[in-house]
């Protein structure tokens, strides 16, 4: 594995920075992946940039939109590791998609790993490692014989509206419980 092709953010500096501060080195640092994969496809359509994306994904790169979506809550959490592994990530499935045979590929496949290992010089790696508790809260507790189960707002809509739910491990229907309670911090 060859060195990281982008230099690695000041650790201090990144933890330093302010909301708004912390979207620019966002789209700077896209905008540098993005020049290091114009140097093995020059025709590389530049990526829009969002910070809307919500729950446990930490980045998307969307083609119908054209660009690349971040959740804003994990890069605010884990700012380094964030510029430093998801928007190459990120950027190497654009250029992938971008490339020929692009659109066919597998997502996490030979050519996007390649990508990952030669040109941004990082283990491909399909998936984050971040604490996604407060990215995607599941304050609505079910429960079945064996255990409790937390389900998100959307989920506990659904079940709401007649979706039924079985714990994967007794084949029991879940029952609602309630809403967790969060104790204040002051």
Do not use: I
């Amino acid at each position: 594995m060859k060195r990281p092709a982008l230099p690695t953010p000041d650790p201090d500096r990144v933890a330093a920075l302010d909301r708004e501060a912390l979207l620019a080195a966002l789209h700077a640092r896209v905008d540098a992946a993005w020049r290091l994969c114009c140097e093995v496809h020059p025709t590389l359509p530049r990526p829009a940039v969002w910070c809307d994306l919500r729950g446990k994904c930490a980045g998307q790169a969307h083609f119908g939109r054209g660009g690349l979506r971040f959740n804003p809550v994990l890069y605010a959490e884990n700012r380094l590791d964030f510029l430093v592994e998801v928007v190459p990530h990120e950027m190497a499935h654009w250029l992938v998609h971008h490339l020929e045979d692009g659109p066919r590929v597998r997502p996490h496949g030979r050519e996007w790993q390649t990508v990952m290992r030669e040109l941004f010089g990082l283990a491909p790696r399909t998936t984050h490692r971040f604490d996604t508790g407060r990215a995607s809260p599941a304050p609505h507790r079910y429960a079945c014989d064996c255990r409790e189960h937390a389900f998100s707002a959307r989920r506990h809509a659904l079940a709401r509206q007649g979706q039924r739910y079985r714990c994967r491990h007794c084949a029991q229907t879940l029952v609602y419980l309630g809403l967790e309670v969060f104790e204040s911090a002051v």
